[in-house]
């Protein structure tokens, strides 16, 4: 049997006395990111996705390790633990390979086998198991008493039948066999339930749908499980194809325990024996495992592409502390404006209505320029929700009107803004402003910092993901935890303006701790240094060495306290600035000197090469900013809706998802176009993250637009040829050439249209699909709707 060490250093390609070093490290009560920044020396240097892996194999192995003991404890307490048994089950590597081991002797309740054991038929099974000559009626005859509930031979027959049903099907090695060539060969089959056709509608692709069950890709897969789960669909694994799918299967049943039909008393009885294992035993438990495989898969690959798209909105490009205005539009109920000043605070609010029915717009304009110079803004954030065009037309008078305010507006994704605004946090943090205002603050924060400010919205709420809603929200929960505090970590945190959301993802901390530090800094002013942190109650020793060299204090009283340098590692700096003859202060920036010192001069018993390498290049840029420089699409004057699009438009966008069959891109419009996987590169791309990820500003071609839909094609394919408009008579449908797909869910998506991105479903791969040059194309992919 591996040991733990073993098996996690093989998967990460790592030694095993680096898994042994980051277990310890872990075990102790370390974070990734800590371990990843200042423990490299310790583990060889594992990077942060090494690490997630083994953190959570680690997991895994030890669960399967304590399940293993439990089992084998129970095998022995039957006294029936043999040598070869015993090396089987300490050889199982997955949970579902020691649960078939522990199968035949897990306590269960009595099962028809058993029943027959007890009335004594288990010599009659045995018997025409091993001599398929003597006659199954015969035999049969001589276990009747009915004082032990065998009323007649036919019942002592099916008794019999029972045992070998139960032995059969409960053989490892033989389950472990159809297991795998089901897999190989097993095909998903769904139908539509009758009668809810017409309720089921938006499921209708997968009314007589049929794909190898190995094929299924994810956002397929978890449409087949919801149509399923919301009674529209009956989903089958059929065995495989041709008129007899189950004779490979039950031809493996009857070699495992040499059975063959050669005209013998017994060998029809024996053959229905295999037959009835076969389709009620073994194939019902396969069917569940293996659909419990799919899902899994699925599960793991949706949570996969949600964390990607995560990590990419929350490392997007800050804007920088501007003091700015936030507008979150609305219409008849006007729009909300929140000011907030350089370090997020707000300043001021208000409501105005330029739109109609009030149609204030002149008003609307001055009350925002009186606001604007009144608190010196600089930047303007507007939400892309509903009236979003119209309120980014808006600003765009205002500072035509006003060119001496300076202004710069931009719009921004509101997703989960309404979340944060009703949330518990949002009434303590803004117990003044009503609920209404509070989206438009976090509008205006979000762009100051996207990181900042999304760390204050469940995950699950930023509607960066697919199908979030049918994954197991423990396992996905945990997964975008781990994006989160990667993310926070890497840019670090301002320990006198991190709010307490922020703080708790900080290595080391959490809410609890979180708090007293903001209630610390509230009651004593700003933090002047890191080591002002030993004050703060219930903050120890373990808690600063984890999170202090994450915490940043800029403009305090030790210049490396706004820097990722450990204060564990000053001492190192201090050497640093004696070989280089500066003070701390001259040294730090000074890259011509940096450059010239050799990081291996530096190193002692307690901080080696790559410590030291990572020190002088903090040096040269202290407290940099892992994030891209800040920019914006530039939205096409006049394409404002739909209508205004045309195929071959060349138009500027905003990547705002990425999914497994392409990207959707906002390219000003109020309705997201679709890149197909296809349409991403002038090459083959596997994977869209690949090319793409949320926050990207691509240039991008309008290939078709479907009105009636709302849907849109692009092609970052620039040379790619203009499809030909297909013309249709009134109340006519363009001919389709590519299958439908389903719709999301309603109620999936947060508040607003851009909220949250649906995976698209459809009977074939996407990505063996070319998309068709007219309108079949847009017709191929469903837009998320409002929930």
């Known amino acids: 049997m591996q040991t733990i060490t073993q098996t996690i250093s093989q998967e990460i390609q790592a030694r095993a006395d680096q898994v042994e070093a980051a277990v310890r490290l872990l075990d102790e009560g370390a974070t990734v990111p800590f371990i990843a920044r200042y423990r490299k020396e310790v583990t060889g240097g594992l990077d942060d ?218 060998d029809d009885w024996l053959a229905e024996t295999v037959r009835k294992t076969w389709r009620i035993k073994l194939l019902t438990r396969l069917d569940l495992d293996l659909k419990g495989r799919v899902m899994e898969a699925a599960e793991a690959e949706a949570i996969r592409v949600f964390g990607l798209n995560l990590k990419a909105l929350l490392l997007a490009a800050p804007a ?65 929700g509903t009236a979003s065009r119209e309120t980014d037309k808006l600003a765009r008078e205002l500072i035509k009107r006003h060119p001496d305010l300076g202004l710069r507006s931009l719009v921004v994704s509101e997703a989960g803004a309404s979340v944060y605004s009703a949330s518990e946090f949002a009434s303590k943090e803004l117990p003044d402003l009503d609920v209404s205002l509070r989206g438009a603050v976090s509008i205006a924060r979000r762009l100051q910092d996207p990181l900042a400010e999304l760390v204050k919205i469940e995950p699950k709420a930023i509607g960066v993901g697919q199908y979030q809603h049918d994954v197991n929200q423990g396992r996905l929960a945990r997964t975008l935890e781990a994006v989160v505090e990667d993310c926070v970590n890497a840019v670090g945190v301002d320990l006198n303006t991190a709010s307490v959301p922020l703080l708790t993802q900080v290595s080391g901390l959490n809410r609890g701790l979180a708090e007293h530090i903001v209630a610390f800094r509230e009651a004593n002013g700003a933090f002047t240094n890191r080591k002002r942190l030993m004050a703060v109650p219930r903050f120890g020793d373990k808690a600063f060495q984890l999170s202090a060299g994450f915490l940043r204090v800029p403009d305090g009283d030790e210049p490396l306290d706004a820097s990722a340098v450990h204060p564990e590692a000053y001492p190192v700096v201090r050497r640093i600035c004696e070989r280089a003859g500066k003070g701390i202060r001259d040294l730090i920036g000074d890259v011509a000197t940096l450059r010239r010192l050799e990081p291996k001069d530096f190193i002692d018993e307690s901080f080696g090469l790559p410590t030291v390498q990572d020190i002088l290049s903090e040096l040269q ?29 060349i138009l500027e966008g905003a990547v705002t998802n990425v999914t497994n069959f392409g990207a959707f891109v906002d390219i000003g419009v109020h309705q997201d176009g679709l890149v197909h996987i296809s349409m991403l590169a002038d090459r083959f791309v ?81 990505e063996q699909q070319q998309p068709p040059a007219n309108s079949a194309f847009a017709a191929a992919f469903e837009k998320a709707k409002k929930g």
């Open 49 to 266: 996705i090494q690490l997630r892996h083994l953190e959570e194999r680690l997991v895994y192995l030890r669960d399967l390790n304590e399940r293993r003991a439990a089992v084998l404890a129970s095998i022995e307490e039957q006294g029936k633990l043999t040598p070869d048994l015993r090396a089987a089950l300490e050889g199982a590597d997955t949970k579902q390979r020691l649960e078939d081991l522990y199968l035949p002797y897990k306590p269960k309740r009595r099962t028809k086998a058993q029943i027959a054991r007890e009335a004594g038929l288990e010599p009659l099974a045995d018997g025409l198991l091993a001599d398929p000559t003597q006659d199954p009626g015969l035999l049969a005859a001589a276990y009747v008493d009915a004082g032990k509930g065998v009323a007649d031979v036919a019942a002592a027959l099916e008794g019999a039948r029972q045992i070998l049903m139960e032995r059969f099907a409960e053989d490892p090695e033989l389950t472990g066999r159809l297991r795998d060539r089901l897999w190989e060969e097993g095909v998903l089959a769904a139908k539509v339930v009758d009668g809810k056709e017409q309720e089921g509608n938006k499921f209708s692709d997968y009314f007589d749908y049929r794909e190898a069950i190995a094929k299924v890709p994810s956002h397929r897969a978890l449409a087949l499980f919801r149509g399923r789960n919301v009674g529209v669909l009956n989903l089958d694994l059929i065995p495989g194809e041709g008129e007899e799918p189950d004779l490979p299967y039950r031809a493996l049943i009857a070699a495992r325990f040499g059975l063959r039909h050669q005209g013998r008393a017994a």
């Open 320 to 384: 920088g502390r501007l003091p700015t205005l936030g507008l979150d539009p609305g219409l008849r109920t006007g729009v909300k404006v929140a000011i907030v000043d350089a370090t997020g605070r707000v300043a001021a609010t208000d409501t105005i209505y330029p739109h109609q029915p009030k149609n204030q717009w002149d008003a609307s304009i001055a009350r925002l320029a009186l606001l604007c110079a009144a608190h010196q803004v600089r930047l303007i954030s507007i939400g892309n």
């Open 621 to 649: 840029k202290p407290g940099r900013d892992p994030r891209p420089e800040f920019k914006a699409a530039e939205f096409k004057e006049g394409v404002e809706t739909l209508k205004d699009l045309e195929p071959g438009m």
């Open 686 to 766: 596997k994977d869209p993250h690949e090319v793409v990820k949320s926050g990207d500003l691509v240039k991008v071609k309008v290939l078709e637009v479907d009105l009636p839909r709302k849907r849109i094609a692009l092609s970052m394919r620039l040379s790619e040829p203009t499809p030909q408009r297909a013309e249709a008579g009134a109340g006519e449908r363009p001919e389709r050439t590519a299958p439908r797909r389903d719709q999301p869910r309603q109620g999936e998506q947060a508040r607003r249209p851009r909220d949250d991105r649906r995976a698209p479903t459809q009977r074939q791969p996407l």
